[in-house]
């Protein structure tokens, strides 16, 4: 099953953009994903093909409109009715890499786009939409963080990444944030390789590297060390942790 991906938006020109390179491009080709930008004015009504118009009660900017955003979502349901729509707007839910590994896991997505002020409440209220937001911050559109939920979601289908563990110990993967990584040369400018990473123990390696995730997390992240309890071996994202011993 091919992973669907339906935008709505007012700059349908800036798809597949980044996601046309590298491990998203090469998967876009090979057909293991797809990619339909949609421009939401085709869903206007008027001469003019208007999408916002003044804010109820006053106020600066626009806002999108509820009637033509909704025909433009219910021709998406049409073409993929299993798929969830997801509108991107500062005021949604923080999205986590379990969320992205749910919807890698469908059939695709439809992402609403938003622009101006934001959307008219009624359309929320009116149609199954999760709103979701990339971060605690404000862009100049939804457009963004499409991009970033589709490179999230699309590096976790089948074959898209070279080895099927390649992302196991990534931050966010295993509830902590990733631990150093070296390479060659050995020493560079006075800075060496930390030794057991050269010593050839693997069961050291991976308790350093468990440690040093640990040590990572409790600093710059307090709020993952506190949501997870302090204990790496739970996996917020949903990901399997493979684990050694009698009974595991």
């Known amino acids: 099953m091919t992973f669907a991906a339906q935008i709505l938006t007012l700059y349908p020109e ?11 491009g090469r998967a876009l080709a090979e057909g293991r994903w797809s ?3 949609i421009q939401i004015r085709d869903f206007a009504t008027d001469k003019h093909r208007s999408v916002d118009d003044t804010p109820a009660g006053g106020g600066a900017g626009m806002v999108l409109r509820a009637d033509v955003l909704a025909s433009a979502v219910d021709h998406a349901l049409e073409r993929s009715p299993d798929a969830p729509v997801i509108a991107m707007t500062p005021r949604g839910s923080p999205l986590t890499q379990q969320r992205v590994r749910q919807l890698a896991a469908g059939p695709g997505v439809t992402i609403l786009c938003g622009r101006f002020e934001g959307f008219d409440q009624r359309l929320f209220d009116a149609r199954p939409i999760e709103e979701v937001s990339i971060g605690d911050y404000v862009l100049s559109g939804g457009e963004t963080g499409a991009l970033v939920l589709l490179d999230a979601c699309v590096r976790l289908l089948p074959d898209v990444m070279g080895a099927s563990s390649s992302g196991d110990e990534e931050s966010f993967e295993n509830g902590l944030l990733e631990y150093p990584h070296y390479t060659r040369p050995q020493i560079w400018e006075g800075r060496a390789i930390p030794e ?3 010593s050839g123990d693997h069961a050291k390696i991976r308790a350093w590297r468990e440690a040093q995730a640990a040590d ?9 060390w506190e949501r997870h309890g302090g204990t790496p071996d739970r996996s917020p994202s949903g990901a399997r942790r493979k684990t050694e011993g009698k009974g595991q």
């Open 14 to 24: 800036m798809f597949p953009g980044p996601l046309g390179h590298s491990l998203a």
């Open 35 to 37: 990619l339909d930008a």
């Open 196 to 198: 057991v990473l050269r």
């Open 216 to 224: 990572i997390t409790r600093l710059r992240r307090p709020d993952l």
